[in-house]
Nanobody, 117 residues
Framework: QVQLVESGGGLVQPGGSLRRSCAAS????????MRWYRQAPGKERELVAV????????NYADSMKGRFTISRDNPNHKAHLQMNSLKPEDTAVYYC??????????WGQGTQVTVSS
């Protein structure tokens, strides 16, 4: 059974940090690229960051560059999103996503991140 189990969400003050994690099981983790998305209330889901299968390549949405870092731990089947200098506008439900060839597309359950004083 394919699963992406997320952890590390919650409430943080502006300027603070959170580390999101995504634990994968039921598929060959190293064969899929990993992405993080987020969806704020009343807005469309947006891509936050992408990391290649090996971790050699990463890409970020412009508003996250320099603040967020995506990483992966292939031996332990985990992906991470380190979020620093958080702003109220970063408040959203964050999702991890695994994608591969042939239409492979798996999603985590989503976890709320709230940035508020």
């Amino acid at each position: 059974q394919v699963q992406l189990v997320e952890s590390g969400g919650g409430l943080v003050q502006p300027g603070g940090s959170l580390r999101r994690s995504c634990a994968a099981s039921g598929f060959t983790f190293s064969r899929l690229a990993m992405r993080w998305y987020r969806q704020a209330p009343g807005k469309e889901r947006e891509l936050v960051a992408v990391i290649s299968r090996t971790g050699a390549n990463t890409n970020y949405a412009d508003s996250m560059k320099g603040r967020f870092t995506i990483s992966r731990d292939n031996p332990n089947h985990k992906a991470h999103l380190q979020m620093n200098s958080l702003k109220p506008e970063d408040t959203a439900v964050y999702y991890c996503n695994a994608v591969g060839f042939g239409g492979t597309d798996y999603w985590g359950q989503g976890t709320q991140v709230t940035v508020s004083s």
